[in-house]
């Protein structure tokens, strides 16, 4: 049987519950020339939608286990040793995305690809890119001592030869919830703007330590104006405290909605991304820390015009495990979600 309806059976089974709602079928067995499949038989008018409005998942990887010591040390969340990124797959199959685009470095690959990449291979297409120090435009060359990546922007643009129609992009290590990924293929459906899932503040904070955020601005009608990446944000008893570029003490309600790296965009972005990393790399190739951000890139484009950006929003709560004890309340987390019925147990059943 050809590979690409095994994949559209296996889609539409996780595809139940998210595109049906209460009205979901029961699972069976299905009759599939002669062979039977387990899952749940759509109407076909649902198959043909799944052919024209399918989508990439691009997933930021290839600082994935810097914080533990190594891809081997990346500690799961599920009970049945499922990663965060396992889960964020599960939810994307779900929404309708169909193709998965890693971007990792090479000297992770063969870890990765042992500890992680075969478990996704099986349930949907992967493609590998790479994200490496000297992946510069021409005429640019990685100052010596360089060991940091070059950040979320770069990350992105080195998708862009996998990349052909719109995409979410995320990060390997954060929890973003199935609704997210909904409200990107709704928007999608109707609109060729880009767009960011936000979640408020206080839900995205350590009890451990700092994080930073990138903090969106908006109009009256709700509509994303502006982002400014804001570092070391501290949790307080009433929202947040964080110290500004002038060494000023500020304080946060909690309540504001920041970028948490979910992005929906469509393969037009990759020339402005380009564009906009020369003109970085001409102020900051000799800073060895100095990092293309995303949010912010995003953020000076919608500014002058030339992106539009919708701001969606998730009911889902966020989590991510930005140090090593914020592992027990993402475990927590994910009991709590699969004894709600949100996800099976195992995962990939």
Same mark, same amino acid.
């Given at each position: 049987?050809?590979?690409?309806?095994?994949?559209?059976?296996?889609?539409?089974?996780?595809?139940?519950?998210?595109?049906?709602?209460?009205?979901?079928?029961?699972?069976?067995?299905?009759?599939?020339?002669?062979?039977?499949?387990?899952?749940?038989?759509?109407?076909?008018?649902?198959?043909?939608?799944?052919?024209?409005?399918?989508?990439?998942?691009?997933?930021?990887?290839?600082?994935?286990?810097?914080?533990?010591?190594?891809?081997?040390?990346?500690?799961?969340?599920?009970?049945? %040793?499922?990663?965060?990124?396992?889960?964020?797959?599960? $939810?994307?199959?779900?929404?309708?995305?169909?193709?998965?685009?890693?971007?990792?470095?090479?000297?992770?690959?063969?870890?990765?690809?042992?500890?992680?990449?075969?478990?996704?291979?099986?349930?949907?297409?992967?493609?590998?890119?790479?994200?490496?120090? $000297?992946?510069?435009?021409?005429?640019?060359?990685?100052?010596?001592?360089?060991?940091?990546?070059?950040?979320?922007?770069?990350?992105?643009?080195?998708?862009?030869?996998?990349?052909?129609?719109?995409?979410?992009?995320?990060?390997? $290590?954060?929890?973003?919830?199935?609704?997210?990924?909904?409200?990107?293929?709704?928007?999608?459906?109707?609109?060729?703007?880009?767009?960011?899932?936000?979640?408020?503040?206080?839900?995205?904070?350590?009890?451990?330590?700092?994080?930073?955020?990138?903090?969106?601005?908006?109009?009256?009608?709700?509509?994303?104006?502006?982002?400014?990446?804001?570092? !070391?944000?501290? !949790?307080?008893?009433?929202?947040?405290?964080?110290?500004?570029?002038?060494?000023?003490?500020?304080?946060?309600?909690?309540?504001?909605?920041?970028?948490?790296?979910?992005?929906?965009?469509?393969?037009?972005?990759?020339?402005?991304?380009?564009?906009?990393?020369?003109?970085?790399?001409?102020?900051?190739?000799?800073?060895?820390?100095?990092?293309?951000?995303?949010?912010?890139?995003?953020?000076?484009?919608?500014?002058? %015009?030339?992106?539009?950006?919708?701001?969606?929003?998730? $009911?889902?709560?966020?989590?991510?495990?930005?140090?090593?004890?914020?592992?027990?309340?993402?475990?927590?987390?994910?009991?709590?979600?699969?004894?709600?019925?949100?996800?099976?147990?195992?995962?990939?059943?």
């Amino acid at each position: 049987m050809h590979p690409k309806w095994l994949r559209l059976i296996a889609c539409q089974a996780l595809r139940r519950q998210a595109d049906l709602g209460s009205a979901t079928p029961r699972p069976g067995l299905i009759p599939f020339g002669r062979f039977l499949f387990y899952g749940t038989l759509l109407p076909l008018h649902q198959y043909r939608s799944v052919a024209k409005s399918s989508y990439d998942l691009v997933i930021l990887a290839a600082g994935m286990g810097s914080r533990f010591g190594g891809l081997k040390q990346v500690q799961p969340v599920g009970p049945h %040793g499922e990663l965060i990124i396992e889960y964020s797959v599960f $939810d994307a199959l779900r929404a309708g995305f169909d193709r998965l685009v890693l971007v990792i470095r090479k000297d992770i690959e063969a870890d990765f690809r042992s500890s992680i990449g075969r478990r996704l291979e099986s349930r949907i297409d992967v493609q590998y890119v790479y994200q490496e120090i $000297d992946s510069l435009p021409a005429g640019f060359k990685a100052p010596t001592g360089r060991t940091k990546p070059w950040g979320t922007g770069h990350a992105v643009l080195v998708a862009r030869d996998a990349v052909t129609r719109p995409f979410a992009a995320i990060n390997a $290590d954060d929890f973003y919830g199935a609704g997210g990924y909904r409200a990107l293929v709704a928007h999608f459906s109707r609109s060729n703007h880009y767009a960011m899932v936000g979640y408020p503040l206080r839900q995205t904070l350590s009890e451990h330590g700092t994080v930073s955020r990138g903090l969106c601005a908006t109009d009256s009608t709700g509509r994303l104006q502006t982002i400014t990446e804001i570092t !070391k944000i501290e !949790k307080a008893a009433t929202g947040a405290t964080y110290t500004d570029a002038q060494g000023t003490a500020r304080t946060l309600s909690g309540d504001e909605i920041v970028s948490m790296n979910f992005w929906g965009l469509t393969p037009a972005v990759f020339p402005q991304l380009e564009k906009r990393f020369t003109d970085f790399l001409q102020r900051n190739q000799a800073d060895l820390k100095a990092e293309f951000y995303l949010p912010t890139t995003l953020s000076e484009l919608n500014e002058h %015009g030339e992106a539009s950006i919708d701001l969606l929003q998730s $009911d889902d709560a966020w989590f991510g495990i930005t140090y090593r004890d914020d592992l027990p309340t993402a475990q927590a987390a994910i009991r709590s979600l699969i004894a709600a019925g949100r996800y099976p147990t195992p995962l990939w059943e």
